[in-house]
């Protein structure tokens, strides 16, 4: 947290000691005052007027004006961010499928067939890897790209058991 002392115009993180009007404050004053303490100086807590964006997809600067922050959020690059996505998408279904490689590389070579819910299993997986790298490419705005990115699920492979929910009260 950040507070501000007007009189002074300075700024003071949580865990930074300070020197005000003279006095030095040590770096864990601020954590064990009161509000009282705090107001008996002018010193007011710096709050933010709108929301930090994700900086996968903005460049994140922030002004200050008094106790009050401001964040600037400048989309970045729409093309280069959607090929960071793309190959992110990518990366997680080649990390997804990799643990089961060995059953494509076993049938290759000993000619034992793959059980059918593993090779379903696994084309879904690419499927969903090109459903979302085409969602990617069709978005309009860093908003549209935003939002298929957090709507991304995987499929689970054949051996997965659901957690169980606990019936304790």
Not at 66 to 71: A, E, N, Q, R, V
Not at 124 to 134: E, L, P, Q
Request: charged residues 15%.
């Amino acid at each position: 947290m950040i507070y501000y002392i007007q009189s002074t115009n300075q700024y003071v993180a949580s865990n930074q000691p300070f020197t005000f009007d003279g006095n030095q404050y040590p770096e864990n004053w601020i954590m064990l005052s009161t509000d009282e303490d705090k107001s008996a100086i002018g010193m007011q807590l710096v709050v933010a007027q709108n929301a930090r964006a994700n900086d996968a997809y903005y460049w994140v600067t922030e002004t200050r004006n008094g106790p009050t922050l401001t964040y600037i959020n400048t989309p970045k690059d729409l093309d280069q961010t959607k090929a960071n996505c793309k190959s992110q998408i990518n990366g997680t279904a080649y990390s997804i499928l990799f643990p089961s490689d060995w059953m494509v590389v076993k049938a290759t070579e000993t000619s034992t067939p793959i059980a059918p819910a593993w090779n379903t299993w696994r084309q879904s997986i690419r499927t969903t890897a090109a459903g979302y790298t085409t969602a990617i490419t069709n978005a309009a705005d860093m908003p549209a790209l935003e939002a298929v990115m957090s709507s991304i699920t995987w499929p689970h492979d054949p051996d997965y058991v659901a957690p169980q929910q606990s019936t304790t009260p």
